[in-house]
């Protein structure tokens, strides 16, 4: 094994050391906050017990890790190199002829793959408990109805309708919403039925419709045709794709998502007349952490890694923390022209993490002289 190599593994196990105490040091601080205020609002809740507190908060704090990831990488790796710098480490390695680019590959890997398991492994646990969390904290300590009473007592969806035309659709409006042990029921119900160029085939009113196995089932249906007097059909079916989970989560949050289940859902989504930017915005977001990691490692390096003789440390790792939080504000911002529509959902998802990667791969060719 070469000198590189072993230098390059040695970093990188000084690296991944550092990134994960302080991913879980970070963790833990901000866990901590996150129950203190759970705790807060469970004083006036009888049903809120301590228990169910701490429950919720240990089923909130993979995503927490998830959020916090990019800084954890950001602060392990100042803290990594600027050990490794002051112990002379690096700078005897760089006067023997080895690169910064040669022992700066192996932390950049494991940075990718770091992301790589958080995206498709810890990602999926974490939406899932925080699907949990969520509904616990809207059973015990919210006062709301839920995630559809967010639409103000209303609902309109986007669906296919094969019955009368192949490629048709049928929009469903309803003005009364409820939502209980699972089942969804509407009433006061509107069906528009259309052909694949918008041309209305039939219209359908309800008194009430509930979604079971696939299909709804109005009560009290009358259909209404061009060129027909209306008919009273009584009681008829709609098939459909939707669920009750896939309406409910629909209007919850994108976290809630595994990211493997995301692509099927934003289509599912589109078909069905909601709004899917912030959906393909988190997953787009999702994918980019893998770089947005190694982004992170290589800006801890370029701002970590000059010799102390020359001075100005403490000055060198505070730009470099204040560089990450700079790049975290930008994203922020994306991620807000993402949602509006402004930008595209890719672009805002990866555009901070491709700035980033450009800052920090300049300034380590100007600490390595070109």
């Known amino acids: 094994m070469t000198i590189a190599a072993t230098l390059s593994l040695y970093v990188a196990r000084q690296f991944n050391a550092a990134v994960l105490a302080m991913l879980a040091a970070l963790a833990g601080l901000v866990s901590l906050f996150d129950f203190i ?56 390695a760089r006067a023997a002829g080895v690169s910064a680019w040669q022992f700066l590959a192996a932390p950049v ?17 974490s939406s899932a408990m925080l699907a949990r969390a969520e509904a616990l904290d809207s059973t015990y300590l919210r006062t709301g109805g839920g995630p559809l009473a967010l639409t103000g007592g209303q609902l309109w969806l986007r669906q296919a309708d094969h019955g009368l035309d192949p490629a048709g659709v049928a929009i469903l409006h ?3 919403v ?36 696939g299909e709804w089932v109005l009560e009290g ?18 098939p459909t794709d939707l669920t009750v989970n896939r309406v409910q989560e629909s209007f919850a949050s994108p976290d809630t998502l595994s990211v493997w289940a995301l692509p099927d859902f934003i289509s599912l989504l589109e078909r069905s007349g909601f709004s899917a930017i912030r959906h393909r915005l988190h997953f ?29 440390v403490a000055q060198m790792i505070g730009s470099g923390v204040a560089a990450g939080f700079m790049l975290f504000v930008v994203s922020k911002v994306a991620e807000e022209f ?11 998802a990866w555009a901070p993490a491709l700035a980033g990667l450009m800052l920090a791969v300049s300034l380590l060719l100007h600490l390595e002289d070109g």
């Open 221 to 238: 249906a009358r259909t209404m045709s061009p060129g027909h007097l209306p008919e009273d059909i009584g009681t008829m079916t709609l």
């Open 284 to 312: 787009q977001t999702l994918l980019a952490l893998p770089l947005l990691s190694a982004t992170m490692t290589l800006v801890s390096a370029g701002f970590s890694m000059r010799a102390t003789r020359r001075g100005g």
């Open 178 to 213: 409820n939502l209980a042990d699972g089942k969804l029921t509407v009433s006061d119900v509107s069906i528009f039925r259309l052909s694949a160029d918008d041309r209305e085939l039939s219209r359908v009113e309800a008194r009430d419709a509930r979604l079971i196995r």
């Open 174 to 176: 309803a003005r009364g």
């Open 338 to 348: 993402g949602q509006s529509g402004t930008l595209p959902a890719m672009l805002a």
């Open 109 to 125: 890997a494991c940075a990718l793959l770091i992301g790589a398991i958080a995206t498709g492994i810890v990602s999926p646990l």
């Open 37 to 92: 205020e759970l705790l807060r609002r469970s004083a006036t809740k009888p049903n809120a017990t301590f228990g169910l507190v701490m429950q919720i908060a240990a089923l909130r704090l993979p995503y927490i890790a998830m959020q916090i990831l990019p800084f954890a990488v950001l602060l392990g790796g100042i803290i990594a190199f600027w050990r490794l710098t002051r112990s002379s480490e690096l700078i005897v």
